[in-house]
């Protein structure tokens, strides 16, 4: 691998991932483009009680390699058809307890997905850890400007983002004489008066008086505020998030997300509309709490969706509508430039061409030493006639002093142990630099000094990696 390959790819990584268009118009893949692949989402369903009607999301994927959600597009059929159907949310509604599939189909492309019902005629008691603790993370209940608070408000704390569901629970139904909750009447509890704001409540209306997580509040009352129900008190195991990307041209592309928790006695929950659902960049896509991406600008992005102690991403790409897939004679020539040249290909970056020596020579000179080079230097280069003088001026000015002087300086300032800390003295400083140099020098590899720092024990003089533990303390 050529190390000057390495700053060209952080650098043009860094350049595709700050590109937006504001102006850009919406396009869908075009009428030739070929649907070469089929995802569900989730890629199993388990409907485990008459409430239980999973969001199922059908995700096309082209040749070209864009994506569209063909949900409502797709034809999607239960087999047994007694055992679900199919609403016009795209929600799976159970009919009878039982096993089968469901299978969809678009372009010419089917999948099959594993159908399983059980229970569908329960009623299932909601449990507080697994059911009413999302909905008070969901509303910010629990968060930090609100109840979990370390003082929490007016009277009232909950646990950070329900971190302690025991003391939750006993907040909410033994403190003050439980008045926060009222068994007999359930619909005028307090946990449920406030947010509704059907009584005063400094932090305004947070829940929906006709709404479904209202519901899962009051049935929870009504079935006696009980801290566990046995039959749905698994714990989490795991977030699946999906479908795991969205590709799209322009402005205004749409794709559904579902989040599914999957519990440790094989049961699962979707709990899309119970996440914290955000966007890294909502220059390019914006999220809402249903789970709906929509395009903005040109660039790429992640969405996140945190549930519990977990937290899944999908990749979000959107191109510009102008712009077309590249082709350059060039050929990779290191591992670096492979995957370099995959991402510009399928971002649609257009790759400037090959510099000349003269720009090689003066990029390299001041990307790895910090000068250019001298004229003694430049006519060295060019005196070399036999191929392959890049890879040798590179590998000869990797084995300098100069490099490892200016790596050493580089990475002082990373760890932040330089002279200008007040936590340590200039000899210690020195003494880490120098730590520095001849590991650089000596071709050590970045994570095996990383290690060396982490593990250091010892005065910093006979350590000198140790000095980090001194200038962070």
Not at 152 to 161: D, W, Y
Not at 213 to 221: N, Q, V
Not at 228 to 235: G, I, S, T, V, Y
Request: glycine share 8%; with cysteine; proline share 6%.
């Amino acid at each position: 691998m050529k190390p000057i390959s390495i700053f060209a790819a952080v650098f043009a990584i860094g350049l595709v991932a700050g590109q937006h268009a504001s102006n850009a118009l919406p396009t869908a893949p075009m009428a030739t483009d070929e649907v070469i692949a089929l995802v569900v989402a989730p890629d199993e369903i388990w409907i485990d009680s008459e409430f239980d009607h999973p969001r199922v999301v059908v995700q096309a994927r082209f040749a070209s390699g864009l994506t569209r959600d063909v949900s409502l597009a797709a034809t999607v059929d239960v087999q047994p058809p007694g055992l679900a159907y199919l609403d016009s949310e795209a929600r799976l509604v159970p009919r009878e307890n039982g096993e089968g599939r469901l299978v969809a189909s678009f372009g010419g492309v089917e999948v099959k997905v594993a159908l399983r019902v059980r229970n569908c005629d329960e009623r299932p008691r909601p449990d507080f850890r697994r059911d009413v603790v999302p909905v008070l993370t969901r509303h910010g209940c629990n968060a930090g400007g609100c109840h979990g608070s370390a003082a929490g408000k007016n009277g009232f704390r909950l646990s950070l983002f329900g971190f302690d569901p025991q003391e939750d629970h006993a907040r909410l139904t033994r403190e003050l004489r439980g008045r926060r909750l009222d068994v007999g009447s359930p619909r005028e509890s307090l946990v449920l008066a406030k947010p509704t704001m059907a009584v005063p409540h400094r932090g305004g209306q947070v829940l929906a008086a006709d709404g479904v997580d209202h519901d899962t509040l009051l049935r929870w009352i009504e079935d006696g505020a009980e801290a566990e129900n046995p039959q749905r008190a698994a714990r989490l195991k795991r977030l699946d998030f999906g479908p795991s990307e969205m590709v799209a041209i322009g402005a205004g592309a749409r794709q559904r997300l579902v989040a599914r928790a999957i519990y440790d006695d094989g049961s699962d929950d979707e709990v899309t509309a119970l996440c914290l659902l955000s966007s890294s960049d909502s220059a390019v896509v914006t999220v809402d709490g249903e789970g709906l991406l929509q395009s903005v600008g040109v660039g790429e992005a992640r969405v996140m969706a945190r549930f519990g102690i977990f937290a899944e991403v999908v990749q979000v790409i959107v191109l510009d509508p102008e712009a077309k897939a590249p082709t350059w004679a060039a050929e990779p020539e290191n591992l670096v430039d492979r995957h370099l040249f995959a991402r510009q290909a399928r971002l649609r970056v257009v790759r400037s061409e090959p510099a000349d020596d003269f720009v090689f020579l003066r990029r390299l000179y001041l990307d790895l030493i910090n000068r250019p080079p001298t004229l003694g230097e430049q006519q060295a280069f060019f005196a070399d006639g036999a191929p392959g003088r890049r890879d040798r001026l590179i590998e000869a000015l990797l084995d300098s002093d100069e490099v490892a002087d200016t790596l050493a300086l580089d990475w002082a300032d990373v760890t932040g142990v330089t002279e200008d800390v007040n936590r340590v003295s200039p000899k210690e400083a020195r003494a880490f630099g120098l730590w520095l140099r001849d590991a650089f020098r000596g071709r050590r590899p970045v994570d095996q000094i990383f290690r060396d720092i982490l593990v250091a024990q010892g005065p910093t003089f006979d350590e000198p990696e140790s000095t980090f533990y001194s200038a962070h303390r």
